[in-house]
């Protein structure tokens, strides 16, 4: 008690009991840490050893192709049908009360109507189209073809024996008409015949026998006479005519000679809009095209046929591919050799198309001060590469088109197609 009130308590630490024991247990750690390490060092997995065994370098190769290298624009596209509207037969004419001829005063029997030597006679109404039975229009004769675009005042076909002539759908033509009647239906006849390029018809309302020559000329030249309209005379059946929904139209199909037009069949379909060649352009190459661009159209590789640009559409993702781009439709080319059908594969061309030949990857070319060179893939076993001014495997070549990672090369005997070339440093 004293020693600790004058100081400091002494402070002693105990004694290791076997510190001999703490020695060899420390010494037996370190060794097996030692030996682990060395385990170590000494295992290899078998990808160590492969990759131990590889070369510093995995060579790059590339290999001449035969392609076409373009600078110009390839769309694959399609043919987009048309809509069509049919055309029928409207069969027997309407009864209508008969407006009293005016007088026509020295009328020639041909303007009249009447049948020259060799042509078919007139018909009475019975006899005519304007009185067959409906189980009797039957399409006995065609003069017009598939792919003939349609006018008025056109002699297109022959209905039981009879002639079949267009008119537009606009003339209210009811009832058969001579010279002399008057209405609307007159009229409007005479302004048809007017754009029909017979500048001297007069549009009065009252059929002339100026008119009535303009029938008698046309079915003259198809070898008929003008029916006979009752104890009227000669004029114009209603049954003979069939209203077309606008001119200039396209045939697209024609009923063959024997059908029966009575039961809904109709007599020929038009082309209400035409069929165009539709494509998926990407953005880039939507963005090189405009409307009115002229473009080519080629079905299989074979001949191209020139056509243009009608419209493009919106910017927008592709649902098929999911890619964004716009459709491109061109106008559909004269096809002489009806190869642009809805199975072919068709392209859109626009540009410098070029032509199929050898081609390389760009990264394949390498330059120095002598000019554009490749370099032949080395062979296995072959030493590092020499320097280029003294590479026996350096092949000179000229380049003459160059887009989308291809280059077009000039032809040459010592690189034919499927030469490994070497690519990198």
């Known amino acids: 008690m004293a020693a600790e009130?004058?100081?400091?308590a002494e402070v002693r630490l105990r004694r290791i009991t076997h510190p001999a024991r703490i020695i060899v247990f420390l010494v037996v750690i370190a060794v097996l840490l030692a030996g682990s390490f060395l385990a170590g060092q000494a295992l290899t997995s078998p990808t160590d050893q492969a990759l131990r065994a590889?070369?510093?370098?995995?060579?790059?190769?590339?290999?001449?192709?035969?392609?076409?290298?373009?600078?110009?624009?390839r769309i694959a596209a399609s043919v987009r049908a048309g809509t069509t509207v049919a055309v029928y037969y409207g069969g027997a004419a309407r009864p209508a009360e008969a407006t009293p001829p005016e007088p026509a005063a020295d009328v020639p029997p041909e303007a009249a109507g009447a049948a020259p030597a060799g042509q078919k006679p007139a018909q009475k109404p019975s006899e005519a189209a304007a009185g067959t039975p409906a189980d009797e229009t039957v399409?006995?004769?065609?003069?017009?073809?598939?792919?003939?675009?349609?006018?008025?005042i056109r002699l297109i076909a022959e209905i039981s024996g009879r002639p079949v002539v267009t008119i537009p759908a606009s003339v209210p033509l009811y009832r058969d008409l001579v010279v002399g009647d008057r209405g609307n239906d007159v009229r409007a006849l005479q302004r048809v015949l007017v754009d029909a390029g017979h500048?001297?018809?007069?549009v009065t309302g009252t059929l002339t026998a100026a008119d009535l020559a303009v029938f008698t000329t046309l079915y003259r030249a198809a070898g008929y006479a003008l029916s006979t309209i009752g104890d009227r005379g000669p004029g114009l059946a209603r049954a003979e005519f069939i209203a077309l929904p606008a001119g200039g139209l396209p045939i697209i199909t024609i009923?063959?000679?024997?059908?029966?037009?009575?039961?809904?069949?109709?007599?020929?379909?038009?082309?209400?809009?035409p069929a165009t060649i539709v494509g998926r352009a990407s953005v880039v190459q939507?963005?090189?095209?405009?409307?009115?661009?002229?473009?080519?159209?080629?079905?299989?590789?074979?001949?191209?046929?020139?056509?243009?640009?009608?419209a493009l559409g919106e910017v927008g993702t592709d649902e098929s591919t999911g890619g964004m781009g716009r459709d491109v439709t061109v106008r559909m080319p004269d096809d002489p050799e009806g190869v642009l059908t809805a199975a072919a594969m068709i392209q859109i061309l626009s540009g410098d198309i070029g032509t199929e030949g050898a081609a390389i990857p760009v990264i394949a070319i390498r330059q120095d001060e002598r000019g554009s060179y490749v370099r032949l893939a080395r062979p296995e076993g072959e030493g590092p590469t020499p320097t280029a001014a003294t590479d026996a495997r350096r092949v000179d070549l000229t380049v003459t088109a160059q887009a989308e990672g291809w280059a077009a090369i000039e032809p040459r005997e010592d690189l034919p197609v499927g030469t490994a070339l070497e690519v990198g440093p």
């Open 139 to 152: 399409l006995s004769d065609v003069r017009v073809e598939a792919g003939e675009t349609l006018g008025f």
């Open 199 to 202: 500048g001297h018809i007069r």
């Open 286 to 310: 939507g963005d090189r095209l405009a409307v009115g661009t002229a473009v080519q159209v080629t079905a299989g590789g074979g001949v191209p046929l020139a056509s243009e640009v009608v």
């Open 54 to 73: 590889a070369p510093d370098a995995v060579p790059v190769t590339a290999r001449v192709e035969t392609r076409v290298v373009s600078t110009g624009i």
């Open 255 to 273: 009923a063959p000679v024997g059908t029966g037009l009575s039961g809904g069949t109709p007599l020929l379909s038009l082309g209400d809009s």
């Open 5 to 8: 009130a004058g100081g400091q």
